[in-house]
């Protein structure tokens, strides 16, 4: 190969137009986009969801469907048009010149095979290795991607694993075959901090050591300070944007860009008025929950979620749970919903702490029977990750909303007219009530959640991880809301995230999870200045960005 050639981009995106179909709420996913990929570079792809950024991914890889038609531009890798390739060559290009890590391992990943021979199945279609030397390959790439104990790694499958190993073993079936090039569509989005960390750092060192050039997706600009080399910003299907990192992010041009910097999460706290002597709402004592796996053969295996978990929440407060997946975090929040049955301890609604009969007003559910649950459930309640699978599809924005408060005796008119303030509470218009969940963003059905759960008029409202799914803009929106709503209603709040940057902006009180257990608790300012536990420290630690002056 001529050196003209070994200086040439590995891959350009000239002019690409794609094409929606007819009744979408644009004429094309992406119009006009041009930027090119370096060897050994990565370029960050950046824009909220619907800005296009997956589409011109998918097109990269051949993997759009007929629906989306490519109108105009090309595709070069190396200087080889893929624009328009037949399958047969595509099928070629994959893996061994081009590979993909996408979002979502668990879906991305064959259920009923091995990790092991889902990496194998790469080898066995693009080389002549024999058995023997690709196994030796298989293990060699598991060990590269740091996962612990490869000879048990290549033998799990995919349900047995963590989501940051399911990860490590995507980028193992990418990098196997020493690609050119990597496209890492939002790699990270689904995972905690630490792990999010770790996986950043190998992409970093894997993408050094094999040269390759990478396109990397997100809508984290955390995540685009730690391994940019250049940036490109789309909005709406417009490449809006791009450049070196130190100049998109410190010195954006454009008025979008500068609106995605204001909307990046910090770990600087907000300062919010906070008494100390407001009515305690709940108050949890020795909170314990634990699983049995029973087994045919063997021991049982005995899972402690939660153990000997002590919180309080006050009326007008929020108390933020942090921690990785694993940590008991949202076990904590659905023994506190009665959602899931503690195993011991105590759930406290109302009372008095300082008392000496602190128990007497409170009323304790944590082993409450089902019946007399019921009339209490309206005064707790939760707003889920995913506000999709949280709301039925067959049924209207109204009928969710009226259905808990009727089902408790509300009369229809009223509960239409509690609606409609609710919605306008959450900055929905009324046009909102006839729709479906299906003809709104993640954002707006995040909203309607939000609504639904204030319906009740509860004392304390649960948020389990209700903003991590959605893009940085939206996502400081419905953090704004949260802190509205708390201080017009003057509710309690339990909010659960794996962000501390979130948590930063909502929470006056903070308790760290690691491993079933409280690690470290206390005002947020205090845990923020100075954490006492080495888990709180790695996790301020692992926080993408934290030290990148954003601009804007």
């Known amino acids: 190969m001529n050196a003209a050639a070994d200086d040439r981009p590995i891959l350009q995106v000239e002019g690409l137009t794609i094409a929606l179909p007819a009744g979408g709420d644009r004429r094309t996913a992406v119009r006009d986009v041009t930027f090119s990929v370096g060897r050994g570079e990565i370029l960050c792809l950046v824009g909220e969801s619907g800005s296009g950024k997956s589409v011109i991914a998918q097109s990269v890889m051949g993997l759009l469907p007929k629906t989306l038609p490519v ?3 090309r595709i070069l890798l190396q200087g080889e048009d893929i624009t328009h390739a037949p399958l047969a060559r595509l099928r070629e290009l994959r893996a061994t010149r081009m590979s993909m890590i996408f979002q979502e391992p668990m879906t991305a990943l064959n259920p009923v095979m091995t990790c092991g021979e889902q990496i194998d199945e790469v080898l066995r279609e693009h080389t002549r290795l024999s058995q023997a030397e690709r196994k030796a390959k298989v293990l060699g790439i598991v060990r590269e991607v740091l996962l612990p104990d490869p000879e048990r790694m290549v033998a799990s499958y995919p349900h047995q694993l963590s989501g940051g190993q399911r990860q490590r ?7 196997v075959l020493d690609p050119v090039l990597l496209i890492a569509d939002e790699p990270t989005t689904a995972l905690d901090v630490t792990t999010q960390a770790q996986i950043l750092k190998l992409v970093l060192d894997l993408q050094t050591r094999h040269g390759a050039g990478v396109l990397f997706i997100t809508h984290d600009f955390g995540v685009v300070a730690e391994v940019a080399h250049r940036v490109a910003v789309l909005r ?9 990192k130190a100049d998109v992010l410190q010195r954006p041009q454009h008025d979008y860009t500068r609106m995605l910097m204001r909307a990046v999460p910090t770990l600087h706290l907000r300062k919010r008025p906070s008494d100390p002597g407001a009515p305690l709402v709940l108050r949890v004592i020795g909170l314990d929950k634990t699983y049995v796996d029973k087994r045919w053969f063997g021991t049982d295996r005995t899972v402690h979620a939660a153990q000997e978990i002590d919180l309080e929440i006050r009326r007008g407060q929020t108390l933020g749970i942090v921690g990785e997946s694993g940590s008991g975090k949202s076990t904590v929040a659905r023994c506190i919903v009665r959602l899931i049955d503690p195993s011991a301890g105590q759930v406290l609604l109302g009372g008095d702490r300082d008392g000496q009969d602190a128990g007497t007003s409170a009323i304790d559910i944590a082993m409450m029977g089902a019946s007399a649950l019921r009339p209490l459930r309206k005064r707790v309640q939760i707003v889920f990750q995913d506000p999709y699978r949280s709301l039925n599809p067959r049924r209207t924005v109204a009928q969710a909303l009226v259905e808990g408060p009727v089902n408790y005796g509300l009369s229809m008119a009223a509960a239409l007219q509690r609606a409609r303030s609710l919605l306008a509470l959450v900055r929905m218009d009324d046009s909102a009530m006839a729709r479906y969940p299906h003809q ?14 204030l319906m009740m008029e509860p004392e304390l409202l649960v948020a389990d991880e209700a903003v991590s799914a959605l893009d940085v803009s939206v996502q400081a929106q419905v953090l704004e809301l949260f802190e509205e709503i708390r201080a017009r209603l003057n ?3 339990l909010f659960i995230t794996h962000d501390l940057r979130v948590a930063s902006q909502v929470c006056d009180q903070l308790a760290v999870m690691s491993k079933g ?7 947020a300012h205090r845990v923020f200045s100075a954490p006492q536990h080495a888990y709180t420290q790695a996790l301020f630690a692992a926080a993408p960005g934290r030290g990148f002056a954003f601009g804007g």
């Open 440 to 453: 709104f963003s993640g954002g707006q059905r995040q909203r309607i959640c939000i609504a639904r759960a």
């Open 491 to 493: 509710l309690a709040m």
């Open 236 to 244: 709406l299907g417009d490449l809006v944007e791009i450049g070196p």
């Open 169 to 175: 073993i995507m980028i193992a079936m990418a990098l």
């Open 517 to 523: 257990r409280v690690v470290e608790s206390g005002p």
């Open 71 to 73: 109108n105009a531009g």
